[in-house]
C-alpha cells in the first residue's frame, strides 16, 4: 500500500483549513452552550401541570397530587430527585423557573 505524503503548498492550505473550521465549530458550539435567554416560558403553573405532570397525574398512571396540599418544598424535590415509578426532572427538562410555577400551583391547588 501506498502512502501519500502532502508537501508544500497543498499541506499547509489542507491544515489550515482544518484548523479554521474547527475553531469556527468550536466557538459556535460554546456560544450556543453559553447563550442563556430562554426561547420558551410557561404562562404559569396550570400550563406546566397540564401539558408536563398531567399527562400521568390525571390519567391514574401516578398518584392524584392536586388538592392534597402538598408542601412546594416538597414538589420541587421529588420532580428533581424522582420518588418510586416518578422519573426525576434534570434542569434541562424543567427550569427552575417553570419547576417552582407548578410546585406553587399544585401546593395550592
Known amino acids: 500500500m501506498r502512502k501519500i505524503i502532502l508537501r508544500g503548498t497543498a499541506s499547509g492550505f489542507l491544515l489550515a483549513g482544518t484548523v479554521t473550521v474547527g475553531l469556527v465549530a468550536n466557538t459556535a458550539w460554546a456560544q450556543s452552550q453559553n447563550d442563556?435567554?430562554?426561547?420558551f416560558e410557561w404562562k404559569d403553573g396550570t400550563e406546566v401541570y397540564a401539558k408536563v405532570c398531567g399527562h400521568c397525574h390525571e390519567t391514574k398512571v401516578g398518584p392524584v397530587i392536586r388538592g392534597r396540599?402538598?408542601?412546594?418544598?416538597?414538589v420541587r424535590t421529588i420532580v428533581r430527585d424522582g420518588l418510586r415509578a416518578m422519573p426525576s426532572f434534570r434542569s434541562s427538562e424543567i427550569d427552575d423557573t417553570s419547576l417552582e410555577k407548578v410546585a406553587e400551583y399544585i401546593s395550592k391547588n
Open 36 to 39: 442563556s435567554s430562554v426561547g
Open 69 to 74: 396540599h402538598l408542601p412546594a418544598a416538597y
